[in-house]
């Protein structure tokens, strides 16, 4: 199995939980937070899709650029489905070489990594997320919620 | 560098974080859980514990065991100190060889596994549940948290 399609399995292993969590959350609850210093539920899972988007775009030697302008009222389900489309294609587009090549992304890191590594930290980042989305969508009132990963 | 070394390091990285998160849990918030369904805080942080340290054995082809017995009243500081020091031996003793080798974990996942996959499932198991237990964490009224990862 190519690189590529290896990664795009295990990120989309994470990235269905996610959209699972995400269509549980009515838009009364976007707003909430668990504590007053929280993230708030939009905004945390916005952080999610345009990070993870953006760790692809670098991985493919582009700059981040969001894909819902300041303005645009779509709903978290449908940003989820758009991001996740597009992170794909993007995951896609690497050949086994490109995942070996080095990644300018010291601003971030104060390193360079290679691409593959980089998506591993992606991964990571949106797991972690996840893990804080758990809680949140479990406050909101849902008591059935899927594993953390999907087999 | 060789695989289990790297390997600590990854572990490690996120393993500092949760040792810190744990840190910051007084006694009385032990029974803490954000909601009824949910984890209380203890047995959050020893299913981290445990859990790394299972998947640690698996991977040297040992059953699971428990390094503190029912009745044992260490602090959480505590077990996360002995438990990390004896996951990270276990792991040391792993060569380059052995990570390659298949693990029937199959009452676990339904399927064999190599030792490094399954140990890439371990660290992600862990993040999930510290990025689970950062909310604790500041629902607890800590607003000083460390980032999901240590550099």
Known sequence: ??????FIDHFLSHREVTKELISKIDSEHY??????????????????????????RFANKQQPEKLF?????????????VYTEETVK??????????EQMIDVSQI??????AGQLLT???EH???????????????????L???IKS
Chains 1, 2 share one sequence.
């Open 146 to 148: 899927p594993l953390y």
């Open 126 to 144: 949106e797991i972690h997320h996840k893990g804080n989305l758990f809680v949140y969508v479990r406050e909101m009132g849902h008591t059935e």
């Open 90 to 99: 993007l995951i896609s587009s690497l050949s086994d070489e490109d995942f």
């Open 121 to 123: 930290i992606a991964v």
């Open 109 to 114: 890191f104060g390193k360079e990594v290679s």
């Open 69 to 81: 302008g300041e303005g645009d009222t779509s709903d978290l389900v449908k940003r989820a489905d």
């Open 31 to 56: 707003s909430f937070k668990p504590t007053p210093t929280s993230m708030e539920a939009e905004k945390l899972v916005n952080h999610i899709l345009e990070s993870m988007y953006s760790f692809a």
């Open 1 to 6: 199995m190519s690189k590529n399609a290896h």
